[in-house]
């Protein structure tokens, strides 16, 4: 199950590294050409829009899975190993109800987005596909925060017994 979980979040994170890499030499190249051969790339503020939203929300579930968010940690190193594990899991129960909320109202969004075949400005980018990076990521996410929230569960029944 680790090694599946292992796997699941870190090749979104490739695939939004990608994406991200090669938004970055589009740029370079679209800096060089404005410079020198007096012309651009149109269309690359869509295609870099598309990359940013893809790499932040392809990377959040592995943000998730190892820690890695912004923490304050004033008391957990005074706390007992179950007093971690409970504030670790009301945590994640915050997580999940922020996770839920923006899944609720991003599924709607995303399903007037569909229903209305919105488009990017400049190159008409379907708009579905920044929904499907970001409804994908935080579903994702919100699975991940699922998986952990039961992992502490289980720690703290097996500490009890």
Not at 53 to 73: D, K, N, Q, T
Not at 127 to 132: C, E, F, K, N, V
């Amino acid at each position: 199950m680790t090694k599946l979980v292992n796997v699941l979040t870190l090749l979104p994170v490739w695939i939004g590294g990608v994406m991200m890499i090669a938004v970055i030499l589009a740029t370079v190249a679209d800096v060089f050409a404005r410079k020198f051969l007096n012309t651009g790339y149109f269309g690359l503020v869509d295609v870099t829009q598309l990359a940013v939203i893809g790499f932040a929300y392809l990377a959040m579930p592995r943000a998730f899975l190892v820690g890695s968010h912004v923490a304050v940690e004033l008391y957990d190193h005074r706390l007992s190993v179950n007093g971690d594990l409970i504030l670790k899991s009301v945590a994640l129960i915050l997580s999940l109800g922020v996770l839920s909320v923006l899944l609720f109202y991003g599924w709607t969004q995303a399903s007037r987005i569909l229903r209305y075949g919105d488009v990017s400005q400049n190159v008409e980018i379907p708009m579905i596909w920044y929904w499907a990076l970001l409804m994908g990521g935080t579903a994702l996410s919100w699975l991940i925060c699922v998986v952990q929230f039961f992992q502490n569960v289980t720690r703290l029944a097996k500490r009890a017994i």
